[in-house]
């Protein structure tokens, strides 16, 4: 009877696991702002139509007016601090920057995967995100300097992000119950959809209203904040942090008793290699990000050149997939640990389940938008179910690798992402070459060759996957001196 008290998780919503679910969704929000900011403000960046009259930055009246005639109005000084650069980038160009900040994650995601379950994912995942908010601050400037300069801030922005992204899963196979992933998680993963939400619905709005480069440096500011609370609240383990309850901390280290908590020094390389289950779940991430690295990176300027609208609505309207994602994030992450508790499901079958239909469901949006795209609200509706569907694979694949490797989930969840980003890296390159050379036939190529891609990973997913503790990942009972 005590024992079982002992265990007893309490209000849910009022502990310190959910917390922490909180704050992870208030920096997985920061960063996902950061990197959309480029998506929203490249509209007036590279088009000097959508800047409400402000001229290129190469005028230099204004400021030479002012200084030689005092009589020059505060007004219209004012005025010209809010005029921005036109770059002159193609869409080609476009496409690399777009590509740059993956490029970066990639280098990051395993390394910092796997030293993070060694040193700590609190430090690193902190630094990640101080980096990359000092980068977005940085970002108006070296764009006045250079599309390299920009390649490469972007890039060493992508390293940062990809050390904040991995850390996530070390503390999450710490602090996260198994009956409780789906729905942890999906509250941490949901602040990058709802960051995007926000960055697209308010982007736009501060461009117009202040000048496309304090999107950067409102949201890199945001960031910085962010990092404050971070190193102050989080922890790595529930062992160690100084507010947990003593019946959350038992209740957590508990229901983890089963897992190790043991240091590792070693990872089974070759066994992970042969391992199929591993290979669907990576093949799942490549198939899930291709079609998500488009929607993120492209929307604004899908919206901007087939529907014809100005930078602000364009943005208002790229946002509203974006909290469609998070809201169904959210609730498939409730929905998954409710089959499971109520033993409703097994827990492959949950996995597989809401795999599959988050890569079905928006292959068939978008298959469908190219025949649709003469209808304004049709249209808009299947591009908020894109990513609103495909956020359902947040209680499927995403999270897989806790339930066949708990040991390694950092390590493998890096791995995981890098094949995601490299999808992303095709992807964004890809389309800016097809809508290159020609933006009807582009776009429409653009979408059929995502839903193939995502048929694919479905199937191979289906086929492979599974949900059981491998071999490989179990602990090897030690005799302790």
């Known amino acids: 009877m005590d024992e079982k008290s002992s265990t007893k998780k309490g209000p849910e919503f009022c502990s310190l696991r959910y917390g922490l679910a909180f704050i992870m969704h208030f920096s997985n929000f920061t960063m996902i702002t950061q990197r959309v900011s480029l998506s929203i403000a490249i509209i007036a960046m590279v088009n000097s139509t959508q800047l409400h009259g402000l001229p290129n930055a190469s005028t230099e009246g204004p400021l030479a007016d002012t200084v030689n005639n005092p009589s020059r109005s505060m007004k219209e000084f004012n005025s010209y601090l809010n005029k921005a650069s036109v770059y002159e980038w193609s869409p080609e160009t476009q496409g690399i920057i777009f590509s740059s900040i993956s490029y970066g994650i990639i280098v990051t995601l395993i390394p910092s995967g796997y030293l993070a379950g060694i040193f700590g994912a609190k430090q690193m995942l902190g630094a990640g995100l101080l980096i990359s908010s000092l980068l977005t601050l940085f970002t ?100 160690h942090h100084p507010c947990i309850s ?30 199929l289950p591993l290979w669907a779940i990576f093949t799942g991430f490549f198939s899930h990000f291709w079609l998500c690295t488009i929607i993120i990176t492209y929307l604004p300027t899908y919206i901007s050149s087939v529907l014809h609208v100005n930078i602000r609505d364009s943005g208002v309207l790229s946002s509203l997939p974006f909290i469609a994602a998070s809201s169904c994030t959210i609730l498939g992450g409730q929905l998954a640990d409710f089959l499971l508790s109520r033993n409703l499901l097994r827990l492959v079958t949950v996995r597989k389940l809401f795999s599959s239909l ?17 209808s304004y609200v049709t249209t808009i509706i299947l591009l908020i179910l894109i990513p609103g569907t495909s956020n359902l694979c947040d209680s499927g694949f995403i999270i897989n690798t806790l339930d066949v490797a708990p040991r390694y989930a950092s390590f493998l969840m890096g791995i995981s992402r890098g094949f995601g980003l490299i999808a992303g890296i095709i992807s964004s390159t890809a389309t800016g070459f097809l809508i290159s050379q020609d933006s009807v036939s582009g776009w429409r190529n653009v979408f059929f060759l995502s839903a193939a891609v995502n048929m694919f990973g479905m199937f191979f997913y289906i086929t492979f996957g599974q949900a059981e503790i491998q071999d490989w990942a179990k602990e090897k009972t030690l005799t302790r001196l």
């Open 358 to 374: 988050g890569l079905l469901l928006p292959s068939l949006c978008a298959v469908a938008l190219p025949f649709v795209a003469s």
């Open 140 to 239: 108006p400037l070296a764009a006045d300097f250079g599309v390299i300069l920009v390649i490469v801030i972007r890039t060493i922005q992508g390293m940062a992000q990809g050390m904040a992204w991995t850390g996530q899963f070390t503390i999450w196979a710490k602090w996260a119950p198994p009956l409780e992933r789906s729905k942890l998680t999906s509250i941490a993963g949901s602040g990058a959809a709802f960051g995007s939400f926000i960055i697209l619905c308010v982007g736009g709005l501060i461009s117009q209203a202040l000048g496309w480069p304090f999107i950067f440096y409102i949201f890199g500011s945001i960031g910085c904040v962010c990092c404050l609370l971070w190193f102050t609240v989080i922890y790595d383990d529930p062992m």
């Open 246 to 275: 003593v019946q959350e901390k038992k209740y957590i280290v508990a229901s983890l008793a089963q897992q190790s908590s043991s240091p590792r020094r070693s990872v089974p390389i070759k066994a992970m290699v042969r391992c």
